[in-house]
T-cell receptor, first 116, second 113 residues
């Protein structure tokens, strides 16, 4: 089925370790996003990529880097994990459209990351 | 940029009754969209319904309808005939800027048998 695929689904890291969260979409969407969700809160935007070859910071970018590898793939890297980065991470994608249109926003199933 | 406010941290509803989940937004954009997503305990984000700022009629999708009041900047979700499977967190993100959506803190709905 078409959609957004995230790997891994679960991960435990030690403080200071690094890792990369992978995201791939097969809907031919131009835009991709990384969000984090902390307990009792909504999703907050970490980074986004409006199109292949571009990336921009969102609301909470500190401690993260991203790579838009190609149109399908958008990865999120934690260089030196900290306990404050314990969260659920969601990748999403959307397609361009006129203002006030439904962008076909689609989320992956999430990655639950624990940093100890 | 948008700011989304969901003032009901938790709601209870009797099975088969209707329930309204509140959502207000604040934006300076002329063109914007409002979504509702359901997040069950399994964690995935499930798209429910969408309303564009230029849409003249309220959006409906099956048991879900969106009560859009532009002047009041509200976009409340109405779920008719609640089912046990409706128990979940509900979010009403809004789109602003370049397709980026902004989330509120959500409402936890519990359906009572």
């Amino acid at each position: 089925n078409a959609g957004v695929t995230q790997t891994p689904k679960f991960q435990v890291l030690k403080t200071g370790q690094s890792m990369t969260l992978q995201c791939a979409q097969d809907m031919n969407h131009n835009s991709m996003y990384w969000y984090r969700q902390d307990p009792g809160m909504g999703l907050r935007l970490i980074y986004y990529s409006a199109s292949e070859g571009t990336t921009d910071k969102g609301e909470v970018p500190n401690g993260y880097n991203v790579s838009r590898l190609n149109k399908r793939e958008f990865s999120l890297r934690l260089e030196s994990a900290a306990p404050s980065q314990t969260s659920v991470y969601f990748c999403a994608s959307s397609q361009p459209g006129p203002p006030a249109s439904n962008y076909g926003y689609t989320f992956g199933s999430g990655t639950r990351l624990t940093v100890v | 940029a948008q700011k989304i406010t969901q003032t009901q941290p938790g709601m209870f509803v009797q099975e088969k009754e209707a329930v309204t989940l509140d959502c207000t937004y604040d934006t300076s954009d002329q063109s914007y969209g409002l979504f509702w997503y359901k997040q069950p305990s399994s964690g995935e984000m499930i798209f429910l319904i969408y309303q564009g700022s230029y849409d003249e009629q309220n959006a409906t999708e099956g048991r879900y309808s969106l009560n859009f009041q532009k002047a009041r900047k509200s976009a409340n979700l109405v779920i008719s005939a609640s089912q046990l499977g409706d128990s979940a967190m509900y979010f009403c993100p809004g789109s602003g800027g370049y397709q980026k959506v902004t989330f509120g803190t959500g409402t936890k709905l519990q359906v009572i048998p």
